[in-house]
């Protein structure tokens, strides 16, 4: 079992940047792949970001390649995304999650992930 906790959301304007945390407490941090996933309203969730245990691999979404980056600190327990040059489509309430039975090899898919936390609200104004 593992709690995930989101942070660092809030309202920022269009080229800014915002960095997101997820704490985890529980089971070893170290055995999950972790993912970032937003929704906006009436959307479906969609995968966004996603790190492997060790943090040597990451992966993003086409639509986040190049703005976003992915990070992970196995002492803190906690992994990461900063987000920059952001736009009002990135709108949306992000989520983190854990996935302990993959190890990261489905990291798009939202169904192959255990646990995930209650959501940060970001909000890019334009």
């Excluded at 959301?9 to 937003?38: D, E, H, I, K, P």
């Excluded at 969730?45 to 086409?62: C, K, M, P, Q």
């Excluded at 190049?66 to 989520?95: C, H, W």
Aim: charged letters at 20%; aromatic letters at 14%.
């Amino acid at each position: 079992q593992v709690q995930l906790v989101e942070s660092g959301g809030g309202l920022v304007q269009a080229g800014g940047s915002l960095t997101l945390s997820c704490a985890a407490s529980g089971r070893t941090f170290s055995s999950y792949a972790m993912g970032w996933f937003r929704q906006a309203p009436g959307k479906e969730r969609e995968f966004v970001a996603a790190i492997n245990r060790s943090g040597l691999d990451t992966y993003y979404a086409d639509s986040v390649k190049g703005r976003f980056t992915i990070s992970r600190d196995n002492a803190k327990n906690t992994v990461y995304l900063q987000m920059n040059s952001l736009k009002p489509e990135d709108t949306a309430v992000y989520y983190c999650a854990a996935d302990y039975r993959y190890g990261g090899s489905y990291y798009r898919d939202l169904h192959k992930y255990d646990y995930w936390g209650q959501g940060t609200q970001v909000t890019v104004s334009s």
